[in-house]
Nanobody
Framework: QVQLVESGGGLVQAGGSLRLSCAVS????????MGWFRQAPGKEREFVAA????????YYADSVKGRFTISRDNAKKTVYLQMNSLKAEDTAVYYC?????????????????WGQGTQVTVSS
């Protein structure tokens, strides 16, 4: 059974940093794209960042480009999201997911497995 566990969320002041981790167990995910999405209260889940299996192809939402960095360690089956220069509008529950080989990495409906999420709260 596939299990994704996010960690690293918390409360931080605006301008601060956090590093999220997503550990995967129960499945070989090294060939699949992995993505981070977030969902604020009353809003739909939105794309944040994604990474292909090789780690050389990364994608970011315009709102986080230049501030967030996604990376992966296939040996550890873990994906990371380094978040710098955090803003109040980054406040949300952050989820990691396993994408499909041929699906859209920007569409949450194309992701087959999700973690439980980790709360990120940025105070202004």
């Amino acid at each position: 059974q596939v299990q994704l566990v996010e960690s690293g969320g918390g409360l931080v002041q605006a301008g601060g940093s956090l590093r999220l981790s997503c550990a995967v167990s129960g499945r070989t995910v090294t060939i699949y794209p992995m993505g981070w999405f977030r969902q604020a209260p009353g809003k739909e889940r939105e794309f944040v960042a994604a990474i292909r299996w090789s780690g050389t192809n990364t994608y970011y939402a315009d709102s986080v480009k230049g501030r967030f960095t996604i990376s992966r360690d296939n040996a550890k089956k873990t994906v990371y999201l380094q978040m710098n220069s955090l803003k109040a509008e980054d406040t949300a529950v952050y989820y990691c997911g396993i994408g499909q080989l041929q699906g859209s990495i920007f569409n949450p409906d194309e992701y087959g497995f999700w973690g439980q999420g980790t709360q990120v709260t940025v105070s202004s």
